[in-house]
């Protein structure tokens, strides 16, 4: 495929609309308007308990509180990695010594360009949490069980979520 056109729609602090088209050999069109996003990085924070940090925030999309694993956007020119311990910090005010990689992917790729890394993160100092102007963030430690029986019974809703404990539970 050969983008032949982007054209931008709408612009904001967080994400910016094109519309664009792309043309492959055969002549075959495809036209979206795409929600462009800089990348997210996850943190999937693990203490020696194997329990696991989630923050409890409101998502306006969502129209509700959510438990969710701590995430963030790449500011530019950062890296998964560097955002993820940088909003480690932020919304919980961990740090985190052991950092690994658990899985890249595009949550929503039909009209979405961001990119989502979610980290292990391990050896945890504890610290005090710094939110944004508009966030209210509650962090709070959850056994195994307690996630996997939250996520069974629609407690837990948020993907990256789910998807970060899933791919950490069987990794382990």
Known sequence: MKIISSKEKLRTSVFHVTEDRALDPDGFEIRR???QHGGSAVML???KRN?????RQYRLPAR????ELPAGRLDPGETPLQAAKRELREETGYSAKTWKKLIAYYPSPGFLAEHMTIF???????????NMEDE?????WFTRQEV????????????KTILGFLVWSKLR
Not at 64 to 67: F, G, I, S
Not at 136 to 140: D, L, N
Not at 148 to 159: H, W
């Open 33 to 35: 308007a795409i929600v």
């Open 64 to 67: 509700q509180y959510l438990w």
């Open 45 to 47: 924070a693990a203490d």
């Open 136 to 140: 209210r963030i509650v962090p709070r």
């Open 51 to 55: 329990r696991v940090l989630l923050v």
């Open 148 to 159: 996997e029986e939250m996520i069974r019974g629609g407690k837990i809703i948020d993907g």
């Open 120 to 130: 292990l993160a391990t050896g945890l100092t504890e610290g005090a949490a710094h």
